[in-house]
């Protein structure tokens, strides 16, 4: 009777007779460390797996050691706001899927602290890194050039660089938003609400603002004015308290940013003016998941998860990076302050509602 044949487990060992080298040499090769290998003994090593036809006992490893993960770094503006906060949950979600932790870092739109990070990660050995509103794109491009890292830029780049930028169609974003007012609920007095120069504010998000008023002023034509004001919250308030106290208050507001949009709902109603009966209002990027204000937001909304796997795909793949990245479609998400969607409220709920008298003058918060 004869016996099956067992085939001997090629080995470390085995690997190491066949390139001339030790051990260890193998083992760093096959773990990318711990300390280093020459570009002419590695390409040994590598010939001696493939002619033995190597295959690790991933097991056995697993059990000798925890996992290891790589590292990439990520920077943001501003977390609190519901577009940078969901797009850093899917980075990393969809980093983690592919062994790597992320590291964060929270710019504020200030160039100085921008590079203060990029030295931080580049120092602790980053894969890549993915800037997401960068304020300081020429330096934070040097640096990583200089540190070898590759570098994705995301949502808009404040300077110029050489690799495009992934991220939404603002200016289509804006239009969209426009046409939304005047197409389908018949506005013909629609204002602009946002700051877009450096004159009207050194940090923030007003490249992507600007582009959004261009969408704007491609519908509304000539009559295309805005209720200029830096981009914080209150100051969006008291701009557009400010401006409907002045005279005739318009049927429509695109307001730049999704930070702002609630605080114009609030300068609306606080001034006596019905949203969204008397103006309606769409903003950007807001939380679809915060369905329990007074009133939901209608918004134009960015694919946070085609963003995030474009710019992930580029960090950790950059010999595969297209030269040119289209900017990806928008969509809107119909709310209340337009006019689109109403909810259900009950009645004890609907008659506090209408008993209640308009808030005191003052600014939300």
């Known amino acids: ?4 044949m067992t085939i001997k487990r090629v080995t470390l ?30 390409a040994q090593v590598l010939e001696a797996l493939d002619e033995l036809d190597y295959r690790p006992d991933r097991i056995a490893r697993a059990l000798r050691r925890p996992r290891r993960w790589h590292q990439i770094g990520l920077l943001v503006p501003d977390l609190r706001l519901p577009l940078f906060g969901a797009l850093v949950g899917h980075i990393e979600v969809e980093a983690r899927n592919r062994n790597h932790l992320t590291l964060i870092g929270n710019t504020g739109y200030d160039p100085e602290r921008e590079t203060e990070f990029v030295s931080a990660f580049a120092d602790s050995g980053i894969d890549g890194l993915i800037v997401v ?21 995301v949502h808009n780049n404040r300077g110029r660089v050489d690799s495009p930028v992934i991220g939404a169609d603002h200016t289509h974003a804006g239009a969209l938003a426009s046409d939304h007012l005047r197409t389908t609920h018949r506005r013909a007095d629609i204002v602009f609400v946002g700051g877009f120069t450096p004159e009207d504010t050194e940090h923030g998000d007003r490249e992507t603002v600007a582009q959004r008023y261009a969408g704007y002023a491609s519908v509304v034509g ?3 004015r805005a209720i200029r004001t830096d981009l914080t ?11 409907l106290a002045a005279g005739a208050a318009p049927d429509g507001l695109v307001v730049g ?13 606080d001034s006596g003016v019905r949203v969204p009966a008397d103006i309606a209002i769409v903003g950007f990027d807001g939380d679809v998941t915060n369905t329990y204000g007074q009133l939901t937001l209608t918004t134009v909304q960015q694919p946070i998860d085609t963003i995030a796997r474009r710019a992930l795909d580029a960090a950790l793949q950059p010999g595969d990076r297209l030269l040119d990245a289209a900017p990806l479609e928008v969509f809107l998400s119909p709310g209340e302050t337009c006019g689109c969607a109403t909810r ?4 004890m709920a ?6 209640s008298s308009s808030a005191a003058d003052r600014p939300p918060g």
Not at 350 to 355: E, L, P, T
């Open 1 to 4: 009777m004869d016996l099956p």
């Open 344 to 347: 259900f409220r009950p009645p």
């Open 350 to 355: 609907a008659a506090r509602g209408r008993s």
């Open 133 to 153: 509103g960068s304020a300081n794109g020429p330096a934070t491009a040097k640096l990583c050039a200089q540190a070898r890292i590759p570098v994705v830029w």
């Open 233 to 243: 919250p209150s100051g969006a308030y008291h701009a557009v308290r400010h401006h």
């Open 222 to 224: 000539p009559a295309a």
């Open 13 to 42: 060992a085995d690997v190491a007779r066949r390139a001339r080298t030790s051990t260890a040499v193998v083992s760093y090769v096959l773990n990318d460390g711990p300390r280093p290998v020459s570009d002419a003994l590695r």
């Open 257 to 269: 940013t999704y930070g702002q949009a609630a605080a114009a709902i609030r300068a609306v109603t």
